[in-house]
């Protein structure tokens, strides 16, 4: 059994690039959460889905931000024009039924110059 | 909304000594989860321990054990036994039962283990 898997780890870019997040839940998790962490702070809601449905969507999550969950799978996350203010660990996390455990990613730590 | 506090922004303790972590939480229902969660410096965060609010006896892990006061609105965590490995962030988290039961973390507690 492999936990969650996100991908790039790290990932560079400079102000007004667009950068896509992937990550990859474990295979029998149907509902998925994304996170965002700023230094120091405890991570923040963004967005979740189940199965390939999103259902709820945090203010937090601008009009910049996308995410897609096709075949109730992996799941993207699309920042589109960056902002230094989006520099932050992008954490995924699964899980399988309503009250079971999150198991979180390694997390995609992006860097806005 | 719910609310979750950890007030106490470091902590240190000797290593084979017992420390707790202090995490308070807000919020007007009555069933939900707590979490401890662990994030060492790697950064991959990682389950330590878990709560049902509907269950009056305190989780254990091993070394880990929890003090969970409903009524307080009150969960620390007792981390008994110190090891090096045990040095990383804490952070305490809520999450309500139901559909979404997305997580509200605290800003988490820095630990220190002194050899």
């Known amino acids: 059994d492999t936990g969650v898997s996100q991908d790039p780890r790290h990932k560079i870019t400079k102000r007004g690039q667009n950068v896509t997040f992937r990550c990859d839940p474990i295979?029998?998790?149907?509902?998925l959460y994304w996170y965002r962490q700023t230094l120091g702070q405890g991570p923040e809601f963004l967005t979740y889905f189940q199965n390939e449905a999103q259902l709820e969507k945090s203010r937090l999550l601008s009009d910049r931000f996308s995410a897609e969950r096709p075949k109730g799978s992996f799941s993207t996350l699309e920042i589109q024009r960056t902002e230094q203010g989006d520099s932050a660990m992008y954490l995924c996390?699964?899980?399988?039924?309503?009250?079971?455990?999150?198991?979180f990613g390694p997390g995609t730590r992006l860097t806005v110059l | 909304a719910q609310t979750v506090t950890q007030s106490q922004p470091e902590m240190s303790v000797q290593e084979a000594e017992t420390v707790t972590l202090s995490c308070t939480y807000d919020?007007?229902?009555?069933?939900?989860?707590l979490f401890w969660y662990k994030q060492p410096p790697s950064r991959q965060m990682i389950l330590v321990i878990r709560q049902e609010a509907y269950k009056q006896q305190n989780a254990t892990e091993n070394r880990f054990s929890v003090n969970f006061q409903k009524a307080a609105k009150s969960f620390s965590l007792k981390i008994s036994d110190s090891q090096l490995g045990d040095a990383a962030m804490y952070f305490c988290a809520y999450a309500l039962t139901g559909a979404n039961s997305k997580l509200t973390f605290g800003k988490g507690i820095t630990l220190s283990v002194r050899p």
């Open positions: 919020t007007s229902e009555s069933d939900y989860y």
């Open positions: 295979s029998e998790h149907n509902r």
């Open positions: 996390a699964s899980k399988a039924g309503t009250r079971d455990t999150q198991y």
